[in-house]
């Protein structure tokens, strides 16, 4: 045939001739697309790495303003700013300290934790792991729904639906528990101390915890749990040796930011723990009333008059500044350690 018309086959041009030759115009289709795309993603990188920038700049930012600002009323301190338990700003020089503000915010923060934790752990185990599709969704949705309630709501149900019933709960616990100091029995009303706050912050922080955990158990790798059945371990076996290992990072992370949250709440803790005497003796009691910083500086912004006085609730406002972010910190090296191992 091609003898007859003269025209090879190797001349015929085929389908692929036009990306190989460039087209008419001598440039490949794709080489517009290649530009674009190099483009997209410089403009992409270089928005990241700014907001990135932006972040970091102003946590910067804000760590020196409360420096700045605390530094005069720290100058000016008659009591010693750690393990005092002065609070009087009224005079001076200024005398004042954080030891019962900083025990009151770890502690409630801490017990809210360890109520939060295994229960954010289950929940989301079973929605990832047991519960039917028809029930996990909605279950879900649910749970995530508690993280949109305002804290002045959960303040609000705390002090007045769940307080008032909390007494015969701290009655067993002093009963059982009352030999050890952080249990032992005071006079402070049930719905109004460190331990019934902490159940309050549990509850606020559980649909943090959940939600990220419930994500990370979601995206275990099925070929671990098949290789785990097919082993013969049972359904808890393939949770505690496929699941809970890929899920630990998470958790962690999950749990950092529900501390994070529990440790700068304000609202519901002002509104819940009754404050003490400023001659009060120390307690290590759980079942007594004190002050967080948060609540500490909310209870007292009306008293913002004049920039030393300020300044000390600042430096309180340090002290919980510095502690989120030791805690993030810590929470950092755990994941990063953590990915290490595994790798």
């Not at 360890?114 to 279950?139: D, E, H, M, N, R």
């Not at 709501?153 to 059982?176: A, D, K």
Request: with cysteine.
């Amino acid at each position: 045939m091609s003898s007859i018309t003269g025209v090879s086959a190797a001349d015929t041009p085929g389908p692929d001739d036009d990306l190989h030759e460039g087209g008419p115009e001598g440039r490949t289709p794709s080489s517009d697309g290649a530009s674009t795309g190099r483009l997209g993603d410089k403009i992409f990188a270089g928005l990241a790495s700014g907001a990135g920038i932006l972040v970091v700049a102003l946590v910067t930012l804000v760590g020196a303003f409360l420096v700045i600002q605390a530094i005069p009323a720290l100058t000016n301190n008659d009591s010693n700013f750690l393990l005092s338990q002065d609070w009087n700003v009224d005079t001076n020089p200024l005398q004042f300290g954080i030891a019962r503000l900083l025990w009151v915010t770890v502690a409630t923060s801490l017990v809210a934790m360890a109520i939060a934790v295994p229960f954010s752990v289950c929940i989301a185990l079973f929605l990832t792991q047991y519960a039917p599709s028809w029930l996990a969704k909605p279950g879900a949705a649910l749970i995530d729904l508690l993280a949109a309630v305002p804290s002045i709501v959960y303040g609000l149900w705390g002090v007045f639906t769940i307080g008032p019933h909390f007494q015969p709960v701290q009655n067993v616990l002093t009963s059982v528990l009352g030999w050890l100091p952080f249990f032992e029995k005071t006079q402070t009303s049930a719905g109004s101390t460190i331990f019934f706050v902490s159940v309050i912050l549990a509850i606020m922080i559980l649909p943090i915890i959940t939600a990220l955990s419930r994500e990370v158990f979601a995206q275990t790798p099925q070929a671990h749990k098949d290789a785990a059945t097919a082993l013969g371990a049972t359904k808890w076996e393939v949770i505690r040796t496929a699941v809970l290992p890929f899920g630990k990072p998470g958790i962690i992370s999950a749990s950092m930011l529900g501390l994070g949250r529990a440790l700068g709440e304000t609202v519901a803790v002002m509104m819940i723990v009754s404050a003490l005497a400023p001659n009060a003796p120390w307690s290590w009691s759980l079942f007594t009333g004190g002050e967080t910083f948060a609540s500490k500086i909310a209870n007292n912004a009306g008293e913002f008059d004049n920039p030393t006085k300020t300044g000390a609730y600042i430096a309180a406002g340090l002290v919980l500044f510095i502690l989120t972010f030791i805690v993030n910190s810590l929470a950092r090296i755990v994941i990063e350690r953590r990915k290490a191992f595994s790798e």
